[in-house]
């Protein structure tokens, strides 16, 4: 499965974006699928994860209520929603997807990331 991140860019603190992860070669329907994230000069970060169907979801609690993780598995894509975010949110963001229901660790597959900005 190779999966590719976007929807990144420069936004404003108390900005919105709205990520995706698509995927190829394979699909994500029986995988958990998980955002990550590291920002300059600290350790990747896991963030949120989803569970295959969907009913369940984990968050860090740095993003706990300012974001939200959903899938569309008939598109074959995975999202992570970011609202209201600071600058200390700047960082590159990664997909992965993976057999273990877990916002840290477990995962097989990693995308490319996509860069998010927040100015102040």
């Known amino acids: 499965v190779q999966l590719q991140a976007s929807g990144g860019g420069l936004v404003q603190a108390g900005g919105s974006l709205r990520l995706s992860c698509a995927a190829s070669?394979?699909?994500?329907?029986?995988?958990?699928m998980g955002w990550f994230r590291q920002g300059p000069g600290k350790e990747r970060e896991g963030i949120a994860a989803i569970s295959w169907s969907g009913g369940r979801t984990l968050y860090a609690d740095s993003v706990k209520g300012r974001s939200t993780i959903f899938r569309d598995n008939a598109k074959n894509t995975a999202y992570l929603q970011l609202n209201n975010l600071e600058p200390e949110d700047t960082a590159e963001y990664y997909c992965?997807?993976?057999?273990?229901?877990?916002?840290?660790?477990?995962?097989?597959?990693w995308g490319q990331g996509t860069q998010v900005t927040v100015s102040s």
């Open positions: 992965a997807a993976g057999r273990t229901f877990s916002a840290t660790s477990g995962y097989t597959y």
């Open positions: 070669g394979g699909t994500i329907s029986s995988y958990v």
